[in-house]
C-alpha cells in the first residue's frame, strides 16, 4: 500500500519568507509527528498529533513554527520569516497507535 | 528527564567482525524500536521489541531488550559493507511520544 509521502521533495526559498510542508500519512494512521534533521546530526522531535487529543508542541523551536492535521489525516507544517539556520530536511512519521513509525521520504529545506 | 542514550556513536568496524550497539533509555516503555537510515535517505524500521528478554533476529543484526536494565541492545555479527548506515533506537509508550536516541553511524570497511 501507499507510505506516507511528503511534498515538495526540495524547497529552496529565500530568508523572511513564509514555507508550508506537507505530509500526507498512511491511511488509518492516528499518530503523525514531525522532526527536523539537520546534516549529519539526529533527529530533532517537533511535533506530536495522536487521534483526537490536543498536540504536543514541545518540540516547535519558536513561534514561527506552527503545524496542524485536518480531518485526522493530512497535516502542514509551516514555517514563517524563515532563517538560515532553518535549512535541513523536516521528516514526517505516522503509526497507528504506539506502533513502529514509517517515515516519509522528507523534504529537504533550503534558506537562502 | 525522559532520555535516550546511545553507546557508542560512532563506530567504525572491519568486514567480518562483530560488534554490539547499546542503547539505554531512563524510564519505563512500553516498546523499543530499532531504525536504520541510510546516507541521504529517510529512516526503515528493523525491529520493534515488545516485552523483558524479547529478540529479534534478521539477517547479521540481532536486537534484544532487557526492560529491567532499561537496555536494549543491537549485535552485529560478520559485518559487511551493506550494513553501513546510522542505527537509532526509540522508546516508546502507550501514554507519550516515542523518544529517539541520538544514532550510532556505523561504517564498516574492508
Known amino acids: 500500500g501507499a507510505g506516507v509521502s511528503q511534498s515538495p521533495s526540495n524547497k529552496v526559498t529565500e530568508k523572511g519568507k513564509d514555507v508550508e510542508l506537507r505530509c500526507d500519512p498512511i491511511?488509518?494512521?492516528?499518530?503523525l509527528y514531525w522532526y527536523r534533521q539537520s546534516l549529519g546530526q539526529g533527529l530533532e522531535f517537533l511535533i506530536y498529533?495522536?487521534?483526537?487529543?490536543?498536540?504536543?508542541k514541545s518540540g516547535l523551536p519558536s513561534d514561527r513554527f506552527s503545524a496542524e492535521r485536518t480531518g485526522g489525516s493530512v497535516s502542514t507544517l509551516t514555517i514563517q520569516r524563515t532563517q538560515q539556520e532553518d535549512s535541513a530536511v523536516y521528516l514526517c512519521?505516522?503509526?497507528?497507535?504506539?506502533?513502529?513509525?514509517?517515515f516519509g521520504p522528507g523534504t529537504r529545506l533550503t534558506v537562502l | 528527564e525522559l532520555k535516550v542514550e546511545q553507546n557508542p556513536l560512532f563506530l567504525s568496524m572491519q568486514e567480518g567482525k562483530n560488534y554490539t550497539i547499546y542503547c539505554n533509555y531512563s524510564t519505563t516503555s512500553d516498546r523499543l524500536y530499532w531504525y536504520r537510515q541510510d546516507p541521504g535517505k529517510s529512516l526503515e524500521s528493523l525491529f520493534v521489541l515488545l516485552s523483558n528478554g524479547a529478540v529479534k533476529q534478521e539477517g547479521r543484526l540481532m536486537a534484544s531488550l532487557d526492560t529491567k536494565a532499561r537496555l536494549s541492545t543491537l549485535h552485529i555479527t560478520a559485518a559487511v559493507h551493506d550494513l553501513s548506515a546510522t542505527y537509532f533506537c526509540a522508546r516508546g509508550t502507550s501514554y507519550d511520544k516515542v523518544i529517539f536516541g541520538p544514532g550510532t553511524s556505523l561504517s564498516v570497511i574492508p
Open positions: 512519521a505516522s503509526s497507528f497507535r504506539d506502533d513502529t513509525q514509517y
Open positions: 491511511s488509518g494512521h492516528t499518530a
Open positions: 498529533f495522536q487521534g483526537n487529543s490536543a498536540p504536543d
